[in-house]
């Protein structure tokens, strides 16, 4: 069978598959719009996605955005993401030093932005993208993170072919969030702690959507 979603590539790495899940969930007489999608890839396909996923739930109590288990990719795409959730300008996720320069990870704030709460759910597989998204918006106070601490594997990297075939990535910068803090090695610290348990396995429970959940219910404001 053929994989789950879009098939993309990008340099020497070899062809992934990238999917993006929206739906919205019931929370009384509104709605809370989930996103999840797999990897940081294929911006022509997957930005579309999930700036419609958006869009078509300006007016929900809220947003949950599911990056466990995404591995990262392109950094400028939580740039681009964020700007759905952030209306000022010159903002920052944070800022990536090289030997003679730095770059700042700006977010691109869209012509129309959604105001209300949002939440991130993360695990200890959600890594370098997904901890700069999650950290930048945790330090603009912007997001609210629900779940495990990340992998702590946040460098910017390159990926080398060598001469026979195999690939070989290493860092070529530094990274740190708008906060301070250094993702490489800590990982993001989650607001709300929620670790799977082996009861909430077995009965089909997602402790983290739940508890994101509760908290946007908690916070729901009208977006009218």
């Known amino acids: 069978a053929q994989p789950r979603g879009q098939k993309a590539s990008i340099g ?6 990238v999917w993006l899940d929206a739906r919205q969930i019931p929370l009384g007489e ?14 022509a396909n997957l930005m579309p996605q999930f700036g419609n996923a958006v869009e078509s739930c300006m007016k929900c109590a ?20 964020a700007g759905w959730f952030v209306d000022q300008k010159d903002t920052y ?7 003679k320069t730095a770059l700042k990870f700006v977010i691109n704030p869209r012509p129309q932005t959604y ?13 370098s993208t997904s901890e700069i998204m999650a950290g930048g918006l945790q330090d603009l106070h912007r997001a609210r993170i629900f779940g495990e601490r990340t992998a702590a594997a946040a460098l ?7 001469p026979n075939g195999d690939a070989f990535q290493y860092a070529i ?22 670790l799977p348990t082996r009861a909430a396995l077995l009965a089909h429970k997602d402790d983290a959507l739940d508890a994101a959940i509760e908290w946007i219910k908690s916070q729901r404001t009208d977006n009218e």
């Open 12 to 17: 020497y790495l070899g062809p992934a598959y």
């Open 173 to 194: 910068a530094n990274y740190v969030s708008e906060g301070g803090k250094t993702l490489e090695g800590f990982g993001v610290i989650p607001d709300v702690d929620v």
């Open 30 to 43: 509104q709605k809370v719009q989930y996103i999840a999608f797999n990897l940081f890839l294929d911006p």
């Open 156 to 162: 910017p990297s390159v990926v080398e072919k060598l």
């Open 115 to 127: 105001s209300g709460p949002l939440a991130i759910l993360v695990d200890g597989t959600a890594a």
């Open 62 to 81: 809220g947003f949950v955005i599911d990056l466990r288990g995404n591995p990262g990719g392109l950094g400028a795409m939580a740039m681009g993401m």
């Open 93 to 99: 996720l944070g800022t990536l030093t090289l030997r």
